[in-house]
């Protein structure tokens, strides 16, 4: 019954659907928010940022839970895996990094790109992660390994 939004101002906020008030403001980026995503329980909402960094903050208080540190450049995307337990970032350094939720630490730097990293998404099993990268490729890595599976050609 919340919905989360992503800024320039900087902040995420989250709005109760039914009333279409504001919850919380999220704050503590010091650049643009890119995007926003929530956990499948609802109880998490991770969000991406031009500061290089990502977050992961508690829906019901508000407060932030951890910063996903690694980036070189702006992050552009983040996706919770079905489970809940992973986070996916994909930065304009070209790379996209898996991070345990529970302890915000980094699993995996999935490499690959020759270009910015826009989007990051989780197979429905949670088992491969899907890059999308303006290089016009797509790539597939497991999540376990972190190893490429594969390079989707095809976008011009």
């Not at 829906?59 to 932030?64: D, F, H, L, M, P």
């Not at 490729?137 to 390994?145: H, N, R, Y």
């Amino acid at each position: 019954k919340r919905v989360a939004t992503a800024s320039w101002d900087k902040t995420a906020k989250v709005f109760d659907v039914e009333t279409g008030k504001e919850v919380h403001t999220l704050k503590g980026h010091t650049g643009w928010l890119m995007s926003v995503s929530f956990s499948p329980d609802g109880n998490r909402v991770a969000t991406a940022s031009e500061d290089k960094m990502a977050k992961v903050f508690d829906v019901e208080t508000g407060e932030e839970v951890h910063t996903l540190k690694g980036h070189t450049e702006w992050v552009m995307s983040v996706s919770f895996s079905p489970d809940g337990k992973r986070v996916a970032t994909a930065s304009n350094d070209m790379t996209a990094k898996v991070f345990d939720v529970e302890t915000g630490e980094e699993v995996h730097t999935l490499k690959g790109h020759t270009c910015c990293v826009s989007s990051v998404s989780f197979s429905p099993d949670g088992k491969r992660v899907a890059t999308a990268s303006y290089d016009n490729t797509a790539k597939v890595f497991d999540v376990e390994t972190g190893e490429e599976v594969h390079t989707l050609k095809g976008h011009t």
